[in-house]
């Protein structure tokens, strides 16, 4: 099986457009999409909704006619207001799957996703968990926000707020367990601790020690993740050997930059175009 992994394309209609010419070339069995797929200019956040209808819709529907298999999930940056018209959209084609919280096999892998992030400082909070119960909230840049079917919503006390929602180490318990480990495939937004993935820009690691000692525990076969876009800058790397798991985190840049995962010759490439 051949895997095509990006994430972060954060509603750039060139890289949509470029992912689909490189997969035509590549012909993976698979695409998958880290997360973090709409628009997030902060100007005008709701057109993400019209972006969904218009140009995730398009760029979805060249994959399903290739007979190409794409597994996807909207990520932090958003709106979880908008989840709905994604669903629907993904619900149109055979070949896409919104696999958030979900699990997906395919030729006998199992993939399965999370879309949720360990909490960070900036105000859109939808898909923000504390990572562990003795996790410390940070010093916030702004009021809390959560998207909601009427418009944005101020929590005024984010601390109390997410104490009262599952931690990151809950929600990776709650997926579904695949059928063999050493076939299942991880697809989660955000990096693990530890293992120079997860550093930004002003050198501080935000990566999650809740989704490190999962992967340390159980041993899939590969985690796949984003959010960090510059960590492969900073370390120089972008793959890491943890036990039996190969764990990727392709970055983004002011390219396309994907990674090619043949999982019968076990070769992993990454590609910046």
Not at 14 to 39: H, T
Not at 140 to 151: C, F, R
Not at 193 to 219: T, W
Not at 250 to 266: E, S
Request: hydrophobic fraction near 35%; proline fraction near 4%; charged fraction near 25%.
């Amino acid at each position: 099986m051949k895997l095509m992994i990006t994430s972060d394309l954060h509603g750039n209609t060139w890289k949509y457009k470029k992912l689909y010419q490189e997969a035509c070339k590549v012909r993976p069995d698979v695409v998958i999409n880290v997360g973090d797929m709409y628009p997030n200019d902060g100007n005008n956040l709701y057109r993400q909704k019209e972006y969904i209808q218009n140009q995730i819709n398009e760029h979805l529907e060249a994959f399903n006619k290739s007979g190409i298999y794409y597994l996807c999930f909207p990520g932090n940056d958003d709106l979880i207001m908008f989840d709905g018209v994604f669903q629907e959209v993904c619900d149109r084609y055979p070949y896409i799957e919104n696999i958030a919280q979900r699990k997906v096999q395919i030729q006998g892998y199992d993939f399965i996703g999370m879309s949720w992030v360990a909490d960070y400082p900036f105000v859109i909070k939808d898909r923000c968990r504390k990572d562990t119960k003795d996790y410390k909230i940070g010093l916030q840049k702004g009021t809390a926000l959560i998207s909601t079917e009427t418009g944005l919503k101020e929590i005024s006390n984010w601390k109390k707020y997410v104490a009262g929602l599952p931690t990151i180490e809950e929600e990776l318990e709650k997926l579904e367990r695949p059928a063999d480990m050493k076939k299942a495939i991880y697809i989660v937004h955000m990096p693990p601790a530890n293992l120079g993935l997860d550093v930004c820009v002003n050198e501080e690691r935000v990566g999650s020690q809740a989704l490190y000692s999962f992967i340390k525990q159980n041993q899939p076969l590969l985690t796949l993740h984003g959010h960090i876009h510059e960590s492969p800058a900073m370390t120089g790397f972008w793959k890491a050997e943890f036990g039996s798991t190969t764990c990727i985190q392709a970055g983004q840049t002011d390219d396309l930059v994907y990674v090619v995962a043949d999982l019968d010759k076990k070769t992993y490439e990454r590609v910046v175009v």
